[in-house]
């Protein structure tokens, strides 16, 4: 019988060894058994919590979200201004932060999007992450523009920086945070700059 408590130290156990194997081997070698092995558990632990290799996988791709979500959720409880730009850099911040450009979670980001496009499961998870970055992009260019120029400007931000960050990954150097910064900085301010006086 498992000990009380110890699912979610397991669980997150696997989850890091599947980082750690994704970052070393890739997704598709990243099999059950390596992953076991880096976590210290038989292969049938996975099972018992996450059913199977996807199960494991959709898991390790939801705790990426939450913290690139936590991450965010933090920067904005530490604001003192409470501008459109300000809200807008945050969001920028989040997605460029330690936790979502270290090799792991870059290597693990970019082997989702592409088994997103055969599972439904990851798929599904991988709509649910494009739609909250629009929507809270949206969201603050909405309180400086109307509403089609918001869209607008949240479809092309969002789509800048996912293309930052993947340029970044792809680079096969260390991923220059400041410059990516920089530029979706830039198309902000140039979006914000059209505001209605």
């Known amino acids: 019988m498992p000990k009380v408590g110890m ?12 980082l750690t194997a994704i970052d070393q081997v890739g997704m598709a070698d990243a099999s059950i058994a390596l992953i076991a092995r880096l976590a210290g558990v038989s292969n049938g632990i996975i099972s018992h919590y996450f059913q199977d290799k996807n199960g494991l996988i ?3 791709m939801r705790y990426l979200m939450n913290v690139l979500i936590e991450n965010v959720y933090e920067r904005r409880l530490a604001l003192k201004d409470d501008s459109p730009r300000a809200h807008i850099q945050v969001i920028i911040g989040g997605n460029f932060d330690a936790s979502q450009v270290n090799g792991p979670a870059m290597k693990t980001w970019l082997a989702f999007w592409a088994a997103s496009m055969h599972h439904p499961s990851l798929h599904r998870l991988q709509r649910i992450n494009d739609q909250r970055l629009y929507s809270n992009l949206c969201c603050q260019f909405r309180r400086a523009l109307p509403l089609p120029e918001a869209r607008s400007a949240a479809r092309g931000l969002a789509a800048l920086i996912d293309g930052l960050w993947l340029r970044g990954a792809l680079s096969g150097d260390a991923f220059d945070t400041e410059q990516a910064q920089r530029i979706a900085y830039e198309y902000m301010d ?7 006086s």
């Open 7 to 18: 699912q979610p130290i397991r669980r997150q156990q696997l989850i890091e060894a599947t």
């Open 190 to 196: 140039f979006q914000l700059a059209k505001q209605v």
């Open 58 to 60: 959709a898991a390790t």
